[in-house]
T-cell receptor, first 109, second 114 residues
Framework: GQQVMQIPQYQHVQEGEDFTTYCNSSTTLSNIQWYKQRPGGHPVFLIQLVKSGEVKKQKRLTFQFGEAKKNSSLHITATQTTDVGTYFCAGPGGNKLVFGAGTILRVKS | GAGVSQSPSNKVTEKGKDVELRCDPISGHTALYWYRQSLGQGLEFLIYFQGNSAPDKSGLPSDRFSAERTGGSVSTLTIQRTQQEDSAVYLC????????????FGPGTRLTVL
């Protein structure tokens, strides 16, 4: 079945440094979604990308969808302590969303 | 409007007992999903409902797990004869139509089996 892989599994950065998480699918995706889960919280939808090569920005967050629609990335510029949490990518697989394992981000102040 | 709600928020039970977890999706959302998340782990898909039907039950770990949805709204996840490995946070999510729409997650039920 379809697999969605995320790297790195874990990243610990100094406040102000940049952070990137990468998502790769074993199959071409019609769209990709990104979610953020704060410690102790539940996943919250961030964005959906649909078009090949699409780039979307939300303040310090930049999301990219690959040209082949099999990979995606989330880049955070100048991380803040409010960015801590786990970032998940997810793509449609059959009649459900297949989630990556997530990247845990910790920020040292 | 109201988001997805789940009850109870916490459940502690003894091994071998049955438990029922409830999910109230956002009104009008036809798709409903159950996930399980162990500490520090990712989201494990359990079951998907479209209306009252469950086209995909492939994630249910064993026949001790079952779920139903009534009236195209409330869903209950039942775990019979609970085992210690069932301890996890059980998350419910709903979306407007299907897997191409964003999912709205509830706060989860933390299940502890002693």
């Amino acid at each position: 079945g379809q697999q969605v892989m995320q790297i790195p599994q874990y990243q610990h950065v100094q406040e102000g440094e940049d952070f990137t998480t990468y998502c790769n699918s074993s199959t071409t995706l019609s769209n990709i979604q990104w979610y953020k889960q704060r410690p102790g919280g539940h996943p919250v939808f961030l964005i959906q990308l649909v078009k090949s090569g699409e780039v979307k920005k939300q303040k310090r967050l930049t999301f990219q969808f690959g040209e082949a629609k099999k990979n995606s990335s989330l880049h955070i510029t100048a991380t803040q302590t409010t960015d801590v949490g786990t970032y998940f990518c997810a793509g449609p697989g059959g009649n459900k969303l297949v989630f990556g394992a997530g990247t845990i981000l910790r920020v040292k102040s | 409007g109201a988001g997805v709600s789940q009850s109870p928020s916490n459940k502690v039970t003894e091994k071998g007992k049955d438990v029922e977890l409830r999910c109230d999706p956002i009104s009008g959302h036809t798709a409903l999903y159950w996930y399980r998340q162990s500490l520090g782990q990712g989201l494990e898909f359990l079951i998907y409902f479209q209306g009252n039907s469950a086209p995909d039950k492939s994630g249910l770990p064993s026949d001790r797990f079952s779920a139903e949805r009534t009236g195209g709204s409330v869903s209950t996840l039942t775990i019979q004869r609970t085992q210690q490995e069932d301890s996890a946070v059980y998350l419910c999510a709903s979306s407007l139509l299907h897997q191409f729409n964003e999912q709205f997650f509830g706060p989860g039920t933390r299940l502890t089996v002693l």
